[in-house]
Antibody, heavy 122, light 107 residues
Framework: EVQLVESGGGLVQPGGSLRLSCAASGFTFSDHYMDWVRQAPGKGLEWVGRARNKGNRYTTEYAASVKGRFTVSREDSKNSVFLQMKSLKTEDTAVYYC?????????????WGQGTMVTVAS | DIQMTQSPSSLSASVGDRVTITCRASQTISVYLNWYQQKPGKAPNLLIFGASSLQSGVPSKFSGSGFGTDFTLTISSLQPEDSATYYCQQSYRTPHTFGQGTKLKIK
């Protein structure tokens, strides 16, 4: 069974930093792209960023709203993906989901973690 | 960025009804369109990928169609457990944008 478990969320002041982790199990982690998606309270879904696999040279991509502030990384030996967030803004307040990009060839998110809440407030 | 527009934003239907949700892309995305269901307090769940392929384990009451810029999600034989918010998402090009969601209420 595929499992994604996020951790690291919490309350942080504007301008602060936070690192989210996602531990994966139940599948060959190294084969898959891994993404982060967020959802502000009462709002819709927003794609945040991607970490590609070794075959695609571990390249990353980001939404414009977080580019230069957030960094996605992965450690295949630990079946984990991370989201380093810096210079946090109040508008970054959201539930952050770790998602697996499925093998369909259509880049669909076929598995989601339970989410971890990040609150940026003074 | 590719903009995704869903309609309606909300709808109410009765048990046993069939409903259709529409998603329009601001530019052609071939069949790179996915649908998700999200229940309150839960993570989204993939229903349909590639515009019309049913994700494993998803009931066949859910179906999708479309190509290019116009897509639909149809849910037949509605049951109370289908009450949720439904999102479309384009995966043709990053950023992989979502529609704003359609909240389905079962009367």
């Amino acid at each position: 069974e595929v499992q994604l478990v996020e951790s690291g969320g919490g309350l942080v002041q504007p301008g602060g930093s936070l690192r989210l982790s996602c531990a994966a199990s139940g599948f060959t982690f190294s084969d898959h792209y891994m993404d982060w998606v967020r959802q502000a309270p009462g709002k819709g879904l927003e794609w945040v960023g991607r970490a590609r696999n070794k075959g695609n040279r571990y390249t990353t991509e980001y939404a414009a709203s977080v580019k230069g502030r957030f960094t996605v990384s992965r450690e295949d030996s630990k079946n984990s993906v991370f989201l380093q967030m810096k210079s946090l803004k109040t508008e970054d307040t959201a539930v952050y989901y770790c998602v697996r990009v499925g093998p369909s060839g259509y880049d669909a998110f076929d598995s989601w973690g339970q989410g971890t809440m990040v609150t940026v407030a003074s | 960025d590719i903009q995704m527009t869903q309609s309606p934003s909300s709808l109410s239907a009765s048990v046993g009804d069939r409903v259709t949700i529409t998603c329009r892309a601001s530019q052609t995305i071939s069949v790179y369109l996915n649908w998700y269901q999200q229940k309150p307090g839960k993570a989204p769940n993939l229903l349909i990928f590639g515009a019309s392929s049913l994700q494993s384990g998803v009931p066949s009451k859910f179906s999708g169609s479309g190509f290019g810029t116009d897509f639909t999600l149809t849910i037949s034989s509605l049951q109370p457990e289908d009450s949720a918010t439904y999102y479309c998402q384009q995966s043709y090009r990053t950023p992989h944008t979502f529609g704003q969601g359609t909240k389905l209420k079962i009367k």
